[in-house]
């Protein structure tokens, strides 16, 4: 156990470091743009941290040479100039302006930590290796439009505090935005990620534009907060795309946008509008979403669609647009009375069709084979009620089997034919049939009025000429049976679907 005396100096040796600790974080001394630019004329790495760089560093217009298009493998655009150095700048501070256009930057370039106070053009440039922005902080403007990064591009807990400009930017490798802060618009207009793009905890203070922009691997936007409108129109995703547990404080506009794979929005809140129209997505996983406005997904099209969870109150969503809804009761539920209440009605007929097949299946697998038997016979027969041309089918299919079978074993003769009718000993009635035989239309007519007859004696009365004898006197009781079974079931599905 220490002393007294040992806590308190214990205590002054923690505070020493902390102090010492936090008077290496800050510059230690100022050197002049000019220097740096010297540097980098000679071809001399770029070394600094802990400064404070004073004057323009205006690298677009230096006095290096050219290099010709094709040559080293890299494919160069006529009059973009190479820089060899590497260039380090961490933990510092730089005044005044920044501009590195046009130009291409092989080596590594580490600004991590660095606050830039003024002004930053990036535009046009290259970077063929990594460019190392982590914790960095733009106090101006920042603009690295039509830019090109060939490597890891660092951004992670990057602030902009007024406009950010990606736009037409190409990201050849990974995209690391995470934790990002963009205070101002963050424009990435048609910007290309080619490798994974990292957006993950990224805070967007005002609007952020990523419209007809390219994600060809992941996309991940988990955590994500939109404190102003967010603007993904004609975004193109290549493979997943995860706004799962985002924020979208205002407008969300994802029109026209393609998720060629799966769209992750589970958790994700919508506090205004947001649109989805025309829009296409392969996978969308929208479980557990709160929509406080409305959510309009106009010609949408869903191959798979999962809901659980889901407050549908607001989703604007057709079932025509959906050709695959995962299996929830509550769901289907919620979802067929939200397209009831917008006067959906065939979409919400068919969205409770759909939720009768998957419940039947769920049967199923749970071995419930009874109740099983009894959904399957009410989906076969007619539709759940939701089906009314099928009980018609079926009487068509009846009628036809009936026709058939009085033809083909001869148990119907005209009554008009009998030769004679005698008593036998016995009490036993025996007939003799004169000759002539019944067609097959005569059958099917015949079968046809059996059948009707079984609703009721209105539609058509019991036949007198023909007389049924051996097997189709149980013919005509069982077509008479169903017969009034189909014309109940059609008039009960009938008046579901009026």
């Known amino acids: 156990m220490l002393s007294g005396r040992g806590h308190i100096l214990a205590l002054f040796i923690v505070i020493f470091l902390f102090l010492s600790q936090s008077a290496l974080a800050e510059p230690s001394r100022i050197i002049e743009a000019k220097e740096i630019i010297e540097k980098i004329e000679q071809g001399q790495p770029v070394a600094y941290e802990n400064v404070i760089v004073k004057g323009d560093l205006n690298l677009s217009r230096l006095d290096i040479r050219e290099r010709k298009a094709g040559k080293e493998n890299i494919q160069y655009s006529a009059g973009r100039a190479e820089i060899d150095s590497p260039i380090r700048i961490s933990n510092s501070v730089i005044l005044n302006q920044v501009y590195l256009n046009n130009l291409i930057l092989k080596k590594p370039v580490d600004f991590h930590g660095t606050r830039f106070m003024s002004r930053v053009s990036l535009n046009d440039l290259w970077f063929n290796d990594t460019p190392n922005f982590n914790n960095a902080r733009f106090e101006n403007d920042a603009d690295f439009s039509t830019s090109r990064f060939n490597a890891l591009a660092i951004f992670s807990s990057a602030q902009f505090g007024q406009t950010a400009y990606f736009r037409q930017s190409e990201f050849n490798q990974k995209a690391r935005f995470v934790s990002a802060q963009f205070n101002q618009t963050a424009y990435f207009m048609k910007a290309r990620f080619l490798k994974e793009a990292e957006f993950r905890s990224a805070k967007f203070g005002q609007s952020a534009s990523f419209e007809s922009a390219e994600f060809a691997q992941n996309a991940n936007f988990k955590l994500a907060k939109f404190q102003q409108a967010a603007d993904f129109q004609k975004a193109r995703f290549d493979q997943a795309a995860v706004f799962e547990s985002a924020d979208f404080f205002q407008d969300a506009?994802?029109?026209?946008?393609?998720?060629?794979?799966?769209?992750?929005?589970?958790?994700?809140?919508?506090?205004?509008?947001?649109?989805?129209?025309?829009?296409?997505?392969?996978?969308?996983?929208?479980?557990?979403?709160?929509?406080?406005?409305?959510?309009?997904?106009?010609?949408?099209?869903?191959?798979?669609?999962?809901?659980?969870?889901?407050?549908?109150?607001?989703?604007?969503?057709?079932?025509?647009?959906?050709?695959?809804?995962?299996?929830?009761?509550?769901?289907?539920?919620?979802?067929?009375?939200?397209?009831?209440?917008?006067?959906?009605?065939?979409?919400?007929?068919?969205?409770?069709?759909?939720?009768?097949?998957?419940?039947?299946?769920?049967?199923?697998?749970?071995?419930?084979?009874?109740?099983?038997?009894?959904?399957?016979?009410?989906?076969?027969?007619?539709?759940?009620?939701?089906?009314?041309?099928?009980?018609?089918?079926?009487?068509?299919?009846?009628?036809?089997?009936?026709?058939?079978?009085?033809?083909?074993?001869?148990?119907?003769?005209?009554?008009?034919?009998?030769?004679?009718?005698?008593?036998?000993?016995?009490?036993?009635?025996?007939?003799?049939?004169?000759?002539?035989?019944?067609?097959?239309?005569?059958?099917?007519?015949?079968?046809?009025?059996?059948?009707?007859?079984?609703?009721?004696?209105?539609?058509?009365?019991?036949?007198?000429?023909?007389?049924?004898?051996?097997?189709?006197?149980?013919?005509?009781?069982?077509?008479?049976?169903?017969?009034?079974?189909?014309?109940?079931?059609?008039?009960?599905?009938?008046?579901?679907?009026?």
């Open 253 to 498: 506009n994802f029109d026209q946008t393609q998720f060629s794979q799966t769209a992750n929005f589970e958790s994700a809140n919508f506090h205004q509008e947001s649109y989805f129209r025309n829009s296409s997505i392969q996978n969308a996983l929208f479980n557990d979403i709160r929509f406080k406005e409305d959510a309009t997904f106009d010609n949408v099209r869903i191959e798979n669609l999962s809901l659980k969870g889901t407050d549908v109150e607001k989703l604007d969503l057709r079932w025509s647009s959906i050709q695959d809804l995962a299996y929830d009761d509550s769901a289907y539920v919620l979802l067929r009375k939200n397209l009831d209440m917008r006067g959906y009605l065939d979409d919400a007929s068919e969205c409770e069709f759909s939720y009768r097949c998957e419940h039947r299946a769920d049967l199923w697998i749970k071995q419930d084979f009874g109740r099983w038997l009894f959904d399957f016979l009410a989906y076969a027969t007619y539709g759940y009620g939701l089906r009314p041309l099928w009980p018609l089918g079926w009487s068509m299919a009846f009628i036809l089997i009936g026709g058939l079978f009085f033809f083909l074993t001869k148990s119907i003769v005209r009554s008009k034919q009998f030769s004679q009718l005698t008593e036998s000993p016995g009490n036993r009635i025996v007939v003799e049939k004169a000759a002539g035989k019944v067609s097959i239309w005569e059958s099917l007519l015949l079968s046809t009025t059996y059948f009707t007859s079984g609703a009721s004696n209105i539609i058509s009365a019991t036949p007198s000429e023909f007389v049924p004898v051996g097997l189709a006197r149980y013919a005509v009781v069982l077509l008479r049976l169903l017969g009034w079974i189909f014309f109940v079931i059609f008039l009960s599905s009938l008046t579901r679907t009026i």
